[in-house]
């Protein structure tokens, strides 16, 4: 069964600084990873999706790294900003496996 | 190009009765999946939809149900409600038809679901 972890659980950080985001999987079979932002009380929304063939990918200052071998991703927020101000949640999905497997989250907070 | 919408947005149900949540994929998707997400915790998968059919099922009992109907849209059925039913029920679309296991899942805001 594919464990999906994050940590920290909440993060507060000051304005402008950058932000790192920890996710680690058990099961290094995975077919890609994704990263989504999840604002309160609403749905999620898709920020990076990191093929298994690939190291990383970038949108914006957005930045997300897969290591498949040590079962662990990171997404980097440069000059962070309040509005993202956000739970952030990574998943990963494997072959043959139509399902995602979600970690808890990291609840961020940018302080102004 | 609306993306995907749920109805209705909140629900207090009474323990045992019986809810239906609905979806919309948005505009071009086939494929519809359900998750659960309990307060603090990430999501859980529930079961997808593709052609009219579940294509998967997670770890949810027999109390959960659903349909997808010819234009693509779903419903989520829960029978004898419990307490712990209690959530933001998420649904997702994606083309399955576009890109396999790479498509990127497009979420709805979600139905938050209060039993009492």
């Known amino acids: 069964k594919q464990e999906v972890t994050q940590i920290p659980a909440a993060l507060s950080v000051p304005e402008g600084e950058n932000l790192v985001l920890n996710c680690s999987f058990t099961d290094s079979a995975i077919y890609n990873l994704q990263w989504f932002r999840q604002d309160p009380g609403k749905g999620l929304t898709s920020l990076l999706l990191i093929q298994s063939s690939q190291r990383e990918q970038t949108s914006g200052r957005l930045n997300a790294s897969l290591d498949k071998s040590s079962g662990r991703s990171t997404l980097y927020i440069a000059a962070s900003q309040p509005g993202d101000s956000a739970t952030y949640l990574c998943a990963v999905s494997r072959s043959n496996d139509y399902k995602l497997s979600f970690g808890a989250g990291t609840t961020v907070t940018v302080r102004a | 190009d609306a993306g995907v919408t749920q109805s209705p947005t909140h629900l207090i149900k009474t323990r045992g009765q019986q809810v239906t949540l609905r979806c919309s994929p948005k505009?071009?998707?086939?494929?519809v999946s359900w998750y659960q997400q309990a307060l603090g915790q990430g999501p859980q998968f529930i079961f997808q939809y593709y052609e009219e059919e579940e294509r998967q099922r997670g770890n949810f009992p027999d109390r959960f149900s659903g349909h997808q109907f010819p234009n693509y849209s779903s419903e989520l059925n829960v029978n004898a409600l419990l307490l712990g039913d209690s959530a933001l029920y998420l649904c997702a679309s994606s083309s399955w038809r576009s890109n396999t296991y790479n498509s990127p899942l497009h979420f709805g805001n979600g139905t938050r679901l209060t039993v009492t």
């Open positions: 505009s071009g998707h086939d494929t």
